[in-house]
């Protein structure tokens, strides 16, 4: 489904990622682990095509993807989340999700709004404003809210999870998982978290220093040396 | 907007005024004026409040329109009102040259946009034989006669402009309210957020670009033909700029009746009171205003007027007036 063939990113005189070459089948949920700065953000940036990168290539269902620009990849079923939410401001909930729709799948479903309100809990809240009066857990639930409402093949979720506490947590962990179970799609998912990731993904990938290093199930991955090695800041020389 | 309050608006703009100011010259030509501001400070708050672009242009986009619209009519024989069309599609042209600068946000916007202003007093100056050069262009042709009624009347001049800006109201309001809107709107913040779920948020603000270049070039038609004159110190004056800026700011930029209000007070108190105690100079006090109600209330007179209106409307309501009614 989305195919990265030997992904180069150069900012200046920083290599962001190094020839990074990953493949996400359909319906597969994917973790994407390493430290910070390893690149992971970068990674999604490319994906979702907000930053263009120096080298390589992309395709998306047979289509290169390479040069193509955000809003058109998400009308062709990239949907993403960003790390700090970006609500719409000035737009409640639902017009958040409205507005997504809308240009994201180029027709307003009133029913799939309620339904997803409905899944990510948000039906409280749907006339609320969305960058005033949601709480963190919230907003991060809106963010795949939008993200839904465009009808993705693929979804990217940078740090959903990241500074919730456990039980909003695990929560957020089931919706996740009923989320891939309902609506058939693939995830690329950040996270910190090794448990957490060890739980979504039957497959993980691994950055570091804009190089991927592993690619395997959380076994083989989390007992990987050199894996092991780049947590613990084994000196890289 | 509602019919309820839509109506006696209408009714008072259209029946009453001319009806009590019909006979008075002086107060009908402050109107026209007054409204001529209106209509640039909604084109310029429709650009800054969807678009999110702060424009120091206008005046350009106003001075195309006058001129577009002055010379069809003059050298072609043109119809006046399909004209004074043309004069808003030629600034609306003319404001492609401006569309590189869209990558640029915040002041740089504003900057770059100051300078393409500037482009466009020195060509109409420079091709004297077109535009007339800097004597300008004399005889204008009045607004026309249409099913026995003479336009060409103070009366006449208020009609049509407070028609062009009701057509432009509604307009904007069409659009404050569609999916295109809100996410013009959700822009202001975050382009990004806006991208990432499919609004091609480039060419959204080129649209506003364009509507606001075409409605002011519009009224920069019609003043060329209210007055009847057309020089390029004059079409391209700065003032046509910054009056409705702020105008604009002043009434509430971000709401639809804000600029129009505010054109109005701005421009009604300047000339039939500061004018009078200060014959140069006035427009200082014009400052000092805009300062103080940025002071008070950042978002302008209308929301403030709304606040205040609510506000009583709720201690009517109840006795006693709860937290919640003061941070609306």
Redesign the interface.
């Known amino acids: 489904m989305m195919n990265l063939n030997a992904i180069t990113v150069q900012f200046g005189g920083l290599t962001a990622l190094k020839g990074v070459s990953l493949s996400i089948g359909a319906e597969e949920v994917v973790g994407l682990v390493g430290p910070n700065g390893a690149g992971k953000t970068t990674l999604f940036n490319v994906i979702?095509g907000?930053v263009r990168p120096t080298g390589g290539a992309a395709s998306f269902n047979g289509a290169n993807v390479l040069t193509t620009?955000?809003?058109?990849r998400?009308?062709m079923g990239i949907?993403?989340t960003?790390q700090i939410p970006?609500?719409?401001?000035?737009?409640t909930v639902r017009?958040?999700l409205?507005?997504?729709q809308?240009?994201?799948?180029g027709s307003?479903n009133l029913a799939k709004i309620d339904e997803i309100l409905a899944f990510l809990h948000l039906t409280d809240k749907a006339d609320r404003d969305a960058?005033q009066d949601l709480s963190l857990s919230e907003l991060k639930a809106l963010e795949v809210g939008?993200?839904l409402?465009?009808a993705p093949k693929l979804l990217l979720l940078d740090e959903v999870l990241a500074g919730l506490e456990t039980t909003s947590k695990r929560a957020f962990m089931k919706t996740l998982i009923e989320l891939h179970r309902v609506y058939r799609i693939s995830i690329l998912i950040i996270e910190h978290d090794i448990e957490t990731i060890s739980t979504l993904c039957p497959r993980v990938c691994v950055l570091n220093y804009g190089q991927l290093i592993a690619d395997g199930t959380p076994q083989e991955v989390f007992s990987n040396a050199e894996v092991i090695k780049s947590y613990t800041g084994g000196g890289h020389d | 907007m509602k019919l309820r309050i839509l109506l006696p608006i209408l009714v008072v703009l259209y029946g009453l005024v001319p009806f009590l100011f019909g006979g008075n010259n002086y107060i009908m030509s402050i109107l026209v004026a007054s409204l001529t501001i209106a209509g640039i400070a909604l084109a310029w708050a429709l650009l800054g409040n969807l678009g999110g672009m702060v424009s120091f242009g206008h005046a350009a986009f106003f001075g195309v329109g006058a001129y577009i619209s002055a010379l069809l009519t003059m050298k072609l024989g043109v119809p006046i009102f399909w004209a004074m069309l043309a004069g808003g599609v030629g600034s609306a042209i003319a404001s492609i040259a401006i569309l590189p600068a869209l990558r640029l946000s915040g002041p740089y916007f504003a900057l770059a946009i100051l300078a393409y202003a500037h482009i466009f007093r020195v060509l109409a100056t420079e091709f004297s034989g077109i535009t007339g050069g800097a004597g300008g262009l004399l005889g204008i042709p009045v607004l026309p006669t249409v099913l026995g009624y003479s336009f060409s009347s103070k009366v006449g001049g208020y009609l049509v402009i407070i028609t062009i800006i009701v057509i432009f109201a509604f307009i904007y309001d069409r659009i404050r309210n569609s999916y295109y809107g809100f996410a013009l709107k959700a822009m202001h913040e975050s382009e990004d957020a806006t991208r990432v779920v499919g609004v091609h948020s480039t060419m959204l603000k080129a649209m506003m670009l364009f509507l606001s270049a075409f409605m002011t070039g519009v009224i920069g038609a019609f003043n060329s033909h209210y007055i009847n004159f057309l020089e390029p110190d004059y079409a391209f004056n700065s003032g046509w700029t910054m009056l409705p800026v702020v105008a604009a700011i002043f009434g509430g930029y971000r709401t639809l009746t804000g600029p129009l209000v505010g054109a109005v007070v701005i421009y009604t108190v300047d000339q039939l009171f500061f004018k009078n105690y200060i014959p140069s100079g006035h427009q200082i006090i014009l400052g000092a205003l805009l300062g103080v109600m940025i002071l008070f209330s950042p978002d302008g007179l209308m929301p403030l007027i709304t606040k205040k209106l609510r506000w009583r409307r709720q201690v009517k309501a109840s006795p006693s007036p709860s937290q919640e009614t003061e941070t609306i």
């Open positions: 979702s907000l620009p955000m809003y058109k998400a009308r949907g993403r960003f970006q609500p719409m401001h000035e737009l017009q958040n409205l507005v997504a809308r240009f994201g799948t307003v960058a939008k993200a409402a465009t």
